[in-house]
C-alpha cells in the first residue's frame, strides 16, 4: 500500500476513526491488527519476518531480566548476535544469491530460483530490538509482560516503513496509558501533517522534476555548473522527501495518542559535523551514539583518558559511521559514505585540539554562515556515493573537478530551496518546531490554501514521489 | 561526600579538562553542549570521569545533552547515583 495514495489515505482515516470509537482495552489491539494489515499489502513474509524477530524478542527479553544479576556478558550479546544474525541474513542473502547464480551460470548449471528481499523497515526493526536488549540489561528499562503491547511497538504502521526509530522504553509506556488525543494533540498533528505533505509532496516533488534528467546516469553529458546544482538540488529533495515524511507519521500518529520522534532539526543550519549528526535522522543518530559511539569511546577512554589520544579520536567516529553507511545498505558506496563522514567527525575533533573552546558559547553571525555554508557543500560531496555506485561516483566528481563550463543556472529550484530553507529558518530562530501554530488565522488558512492547491498541481503533473523507503 | 564537594570536582574537571580553562568561572546552570561549548565526545569524557572519580557507573544513554547539560544537572545524576547504591 503506497503512502502517497488513496489507499492509504482511507487506511488511515479509517483506522484513526475506528481508534478513537473504541474502548481504551482494545485500541492496542486494534493498532496490532491494522499494522500487520498494512504490512501484509507489501509482502506477507515481510509480515511473517516481523513475526519472528518479535517472538524472539520478546521471549529474549524475559529471559535477559531474569538473569540480570549474572555478570556473563554473553547472556546479552548472545540476544544481540541473533538479531544482527537474522538481518544480515536477509541484508547480503539476497546479494549472496545473485553471486551464486552468477558462479553458477558461468559454469554451465541452471541457476537456483530464490528471492530474498530485506523486509521494508526491517533495519530499523533490528536495530529498534538490540537497543531494547540492551536497556533491559542496563536496567533502564523493563522488559514488557504484555506480548501484545510489545508486538504492537515492533508493528507499528506509522514507523513501520522508514522510521522514525523508536526505543522502547519510550515507546512502550505510551501503549500502556489510556491515548491522550486533546485540543493541543490535536493542532499538532495537522500542523505536521500538512508541513509533511508540503515537504515531501510539494517540495520535492516539485525538485525531482527540476533535476536535470539524466545526470545522475550520464553525469558528464552536463557541464560542472549543473553537475554541481544538481547535487544540491538532490540534497534538498532528500531533505524535504525524508523530512516530510517522518512528520507525515508523526502527525498520523499523534491522532493515536502516541508521540513519535522527532527526526530532523533544522540540519541546514548546523555549525559543525556533531551539530548535523544531532539535526538530521536523529532517531538514527542518537541510536548510533548511546550504542555504538559513546560504548566505544569510553572504553579507549578508560585504557587512555586523554583526549590527545589518536586512537581516541579516530575509531569510535569512524566506526560509528561505518555502522551507519553499512545499515543503510551493505554495498561499498555506502560504507565509502559513512568513511568520508566519519573522517569528517574525525578532523573536527583533530582541530578541537588547538581551537581553544569559547565558553561564552557567543559565535559572530558571519562564522554561523560560514559554518553551515561548510557543513551543508561537504554533506552534498559525501552524498555523491550515498546517491550513486561507485563507478558513477567517480564520473559524477570528476565532472565538478573539471570545471568546464559555467552556466547560469534554472531560478525555479532555488525558489523551491528557498521556500524549504525559510520554513526551516521559522522553527529555527524561534526555537519552535510547531510555530506555525501560533500564527493568524488567516495567514495559516492562506498558507494551507496555498499548500492544497501545490498539491493539486503536483498530483496531476504525476510529480508525488513513490513511498519514501529509507533504506 | 556532600553536594558542594561534587559540585566542585566536576567544574574543576569541567574547566581543566574539557575548556581548557583551569581558572574560568563556570556558573552551575551554563549550558555546556547544547551552546557548542563542548562536543559530545567531551560526554564519553565525563562519563569516564564520573566513573573514575566516583566509582558510578552512568549508562550511555543517559549521557545526553538533556540530562547533563550543565554542572548542575551532572551534579544531580551524580547524587541520584550514588543514592541508588
Known amino acids: ?471 | 561526600m556532600d553536594r558542594s564537594e561534587i559540585v566542585e570536582k566536576v567544574r574543576q574537571f569541567v574547566c581543566t579538562e574539557l575548556l581548557k580553562k583551569p581558572d574560568y568561572a563556570l556558573q552551575e546552570d551554563e549550558p555546556l553542549f547544547s551552546t557548542g561549548v563542548i562536543d559530545s565526545f567531551a560526554m564519553a569524557q565525563i562519563g569516564v570521569f564520573i566513573e573514575t572519580e566516583f566509582e558510578l557507573y552512568i549508562p550511555d544513554p543517559e549521557l545526553t545533552v538533556e540530562n547533563m547539560d550543565t554542572v548542575t544537572q551532572i551534579t544531580d545524576r551524580i547524587i541520584q547515583g550514588l543514592q541508588a547504591i
Do not use: C
Not at chain 1, 29 to 47: E, K, M, P, Q, V
Not at chain 1, 114 to 141: M, N, Q, T
Not at chain 1, 220 to 244: C, K, P
Not at chain 1, 323 to 342: D, Q, Y
Open chain 1, 1 to 471: 500500500m503506497e503512502i502517497y495514495s488513496s489507499n492509504y489515505f482511507i487506511f488511515v482515516i479509517s483506522s484513526v476513526f475506528i481508534f478513537l470509537l473504541l474502548p481504551g482495552k482494545f485500541q492496542n489491539l486494534f493498532l496490532l491488527l491494522a499494522s500487520y494489515f498494512f504490512y501484509i499489502s507489501w509482502d506477507w513474509r515481510y509480515a511473517a519476518a516481523l513475526f519472528i524477530l518479535t517472538v524472539f524478542n520478546y521471549g529474549y527479553a524475559q529471559f535477559l531480566e531474569k538473569n540480570l544479576a549474572k555478570k556473563n556478558p554473553w547472556i546479552l550479546r548472545a540476544g544481540v548476535v541473533v538479531n544482527i544474525t537474522f538481518w544480515l541474513v536477509f541484508l547480503l542473502g539476497a546479494r549472496a544469491v545473485e553471486l551464486l547464480n552468477e558462479l553458477l551460470s558461468q559454469a554451465g548449471f541452471s541457476t537456483i530460483v530464490f528471492s530474498l528481499l530485506l523486509p521494508l523497515g526491517f533495519s530499523y526493526r533490528v536495530f529498534e530490538s538490540i537497543s531494547y536488549l540492551v536497556d533491559i540489561r542496563l536496567k533502564l528499562a523493563k522488559a514488557s509482560k504484555n506480548f501484545l503491547d510489545y508486538a504492537t511497538y515492533m508493528a507499528y504502521f506509522p514507523k513501520l516503513v522508514s522510521g522514525p526509530l523508536e526505543r522502547g522504553r519510550i515507546f512502550l509506556p505510551q501503549l500502556v496509558k489510556q491515548a491522550v488525543v486533546d485540543d493541543d494533540q490535536i493542532k499538532r498533528s495537522i500542523t505536521l501533517i500538512i508541513l509533511g505533505l508540503t515537504r515531501s509532496i510539494v517540495l520535492a516533488g516539485m525538485l525531482t522534476v527540476l533535476i536535470p534528467r539524466s545526470i545522475f546516469i550520464k553525469p558528464l553529458d552536463y557541464s560542472s555548473t549543473q553537475i554541481v546544482f544538481g547535487l544540491i538540488i538532490y540534497g534538498f529533495y532528500l531533505y524535504n522527501q525524508f523530512a516530510g515524511y517522518t512528520d507525515l507519521m508523526r502527525g498520523i500518529s499523534g491522532f493515536f495518542g502516541i508521540q513519535l520522534t522527532r527526526n530532523f532539526s533544522t540540519p541546514f543550519f548546523s555549525q559543525n559535523f556533531s551539530d548535523f549528526w544531532r539535526r538530521w535522522h536523529i532517531s538514527l543518530s542518537q541510536w548510533l551514539r548511546d550504542y555504538v559511539f559513546m560504548p566505544l569511546s569510553r572504553s579507549f577512554l578508560r585504557r587512555n583518558p586523554s583526549r590527545k589520544n589518536i586512537p581516541n579520536l579516530i575509531i569510535p567516529p569512524m566506526v560509528t559511521m561505518l555502522v551507519s553507511g553499512f545499515w543503510h545498505g551493505a554495498t561499498l558506496n555506502l560504507l565509502l559514505w559513512g568513511a568520508i563522514n566519519g573522517g569528517f567527525i574525525l578532523v573536527e575533533n583533530l582541530l578541537n585540539l588547538f581551537v581553544s573552546t569559547n565558553p561564552s558559547g557567543k559565535v559572530v553571525l558571519w562564522r554561523k554562515l560560514l559554518g553551515s555554508l561548510v557543513v551543508l557543500s561537504l554533506a552534498l560531496l559525501a552524498a555523491i556515493p550515498f546517491r550513486l555506485d561507485l563507478p558513477t561516483s567517480k564520473v559524477y566528481l570528476y565532472g565538478i573537478v573539471k570545471w568546464n563550463q559555467w552556466d547560469l543556472p534554472d531560478v525555479r529550484p532555488w525558489i523551491v530551496m528557498g521556500v524549504s530553507l525559510l520554513l526551516d529558518w521559522f522553527q529555527f530562530h524561534s526555537g519552535d518546531e510547531f510555530v506555525f501554530i501560533k500564527w493568524s488565522g488567516w495567514l495559516k488558512v492562506s498558507l494551507v490554501a496555498i499548500t492544497v492547491a501545490a498539491m493539486m498541481v503536483v498530483y496531476n503533473l504525476q510529480l508525488a514521489p513513490a513511498t519514501f523507503v529509507y533504506p
